[in-house]
């Protein structure tokens, strides 16, 4: 493995409180594998740190943890689960539900179109409820395929009882058809760098790099995080990006998917070797149907584009 990753074991910071002042409370709380989701953070907060701003991060895992490089078949393996809404156990956290906080931030990332099965644990346990009425914003890292995912974490968080304003989607470097590339070979080997025709793997640092303006924002901001009716904070700083040609692939993998998924769980659960020619049909298909899909979709998406401007437009500012 080539590339260096920062240290996930960070679980708080609390900045020296300004004398006779009142320190505005943030929860971080986030899975992170590769990296990108903890880097993120760090950028985005690090104008909150400069302040009178109380920090504290939470990072959360299952039980037992996923491996980090993946094994093909303990990768494709949780697409069942993942589709169906059915985590595994959380790790031990040290998060007490009934604390209050100012801000919660959610740093995430898509699993098989849904959001990882370590997020989809931590709403899954009575430790979700520490967002009850609090504004929440989701920080997510991963390829141009995310509204299917982000529209259940919108659910996730409203049954929690979480106020959902805003979102900030941070996507991998490279075209659409690349990143099929670049993203499992860095699950799958821990390698990111750039070789031959494929461009480096991941989100890039320069992108990372912007999410400051955010932090400065939120700073800026800080009076209306506990307005009574919560609005979005981060209107105008374009927090996400609609790709338009992924919304058809998109919309064919999750109807794959879902297909799959319930025919590997009527097989048994997680490592059961009997769903096992389930999971490996399941990716023959995807191999294949890729690429079609990709060149219907690049044929159509100037059609769509037209036909859908104004739905695109109402759904960015929601995401």
Sequence with gaps: MTTEYPDDTKQSQIPQRAPG???????????SQSGDVHRALEALV????????????????SAPAYPFPWRAREFFDCMPEAVSGEPPALAQLD??????FDLILIGWQVWFLSP??????????????????????????????????QAKMRALIAAAGG??????????????????????????????????????GGVARTEIDKLGRFGSRLLEAADRWAEAT?????????????NVASLLPELIGVGCMMVFARLARLCGGPGNLIRLPVIWLF?????????????????????????????????????
């Design 21 to 31: 002042g009142t320190a505005k409370r943030v929860l971080i709380v986030y899975y």
């Design 46 to 61: 690090r104008p909150l740190e400069m302040r009178d701003v109380e920090i504290t991060w939470r990072r959360i895992d």
């Design 95 to 100: 998060l007490d539900a009934t604390e209050r």
């Design 116 to 149: 990882s099965l370590p997020i989809q644990a931590f709403f899954a346990t009575r430790h979700a409820e520490v967002m009850r009425g609090t504004r929440v914003i989701t920080v997510t890292c991963c390829r141009q395929m995310w509204q299917r995912a």
């Design 163 to 200: 106020i959902h304003t805003d979102s900030i989607v941070v996507t991998h470097q490279g075209s659409a058809l690349l990143t099929y590339i670049t993203a499992p070979r860095i699950m799958l080997t821990g390698r990111r760098d750039k070789i031959a025709f494929l461009p480096a």
């Design 230 to 242: 919560p609005t979005p904070l981060l209107t105008g700083l374009r927090t996400a990006t609609v």
């Design 283 to 319: 990716v023959l298909l995807l191999m294949l149907l890729l690429p079609i899909v990709l060149t219907i979709s690049a044929v159509l998406t100037p059609v769509l584009k037209r036909v859908l401007t104004r739905r695109l437009a109402r759904y960015a500012q929601v995401v």
